[in-house]
């Protein structure tokens, strides 16, 4: 069975302590991994995409990277704005659904 | 709208009742998804419409629930004889076509009383 496991749990920072976030997965024929954000009380927002290993992306204070087992989440000088749970997910061939990891709540104290 | 729209944010019903979630999709995204999210947990998948229908519901937990796009555009998901363990925050996704990222809405926290 496909599976996405986030580590850690939790993750508090010091503000500009920079940090990293993994993201494990075991499916077979990876179609697409993406990152998104969540505030309290708000739905998942998107990040990014990854589709190939070695492939990077970048978004201010966020750099995601991609191998093929795992991801992993850069948050570089982070400010108590980054403070949110962020998600991980997969999609496989001939399937449409993202599978979700439970996600990393993280905490920038200023 | 710019984004993906739910309604209500918020719903309280009486166990055994009826309720109906409503998501308005992106203009222009014909793929539409349904997902549940649980306290502490990542969402979890329920159904994928591709245009008007269906083409996948192996999501969904049992035969209480079902979703509709008649059109293709906007969606509802109806619950029958809620019961207790059906309280979450339901999120609705859209993408542009199938295999593109997802955009989610702000969801809908139901609670049953």
């Known amino acids: 069975e496909d599976q996405v496991t986030q580590s850690p749990e939790a993750l508090r920072l010091q503000e500009g302590e920079s940090s990293s976030l993994n993201c494990s997965y075991t499916?077979?024929?990876?179609?697409?991994l993406f990152w998104y954000r969540q505030d309290p009380g708000k739905g998942p927002e998107f990040l990014f995409t990854?589709?190939?290993a070695g492939e990077e992306k970048e978004k201010e204070r966020l750099k995601a990277t991609l191998t093929k087992k795992e991801s992993f989440l850069h948050i570089t000088a982070p400010k108590p704005e980054d403070s949110a749970t962020y998600l991980c997910a997969v999609r496989v061939s001939n399937d449409y659904k993202l599978s979700f990891g439970a996600g990393t709540t993280v905490t920038v104290r200023a | 709208g710019a984004g993906v729209s739910q309604t209500p944010s918020n719903k309280v019903t009486e166990k055994g009742k009826y309720v109906e979630l409503r998501c308005d999709p992106i203009s222009g995204h014909t793929a539409l998804y349904w997902y549940r999210q649980s306290l502490g947990q990542g969402p979890e998948f329920l159904i994928y419409?591709?245009?008007?229908?269906?083409?996948?519901d192996s999501g969904l937990p049992n035969d209480r629930f079902f979703a509709v796009r008649p059109e293709g555009s906007v969606s509802t998901l109806k619950i029958q004889r809620t019961e207790r363990g059906d309280s979450a925050v339901y999120l609705c996704a859209s993408s542009l076509e199938v295999y593109t990222e997802a955009f989610f809405g702000q969801g809908t926290r139901l609670t049953v009383v």
């Open positions: 499916v077979s024929g990876l179609r697409g």
């Open positions: 419409f591709q245009g008007t229908g269906a083409a996948d």
């Open positions: 990854l589709y190939s």
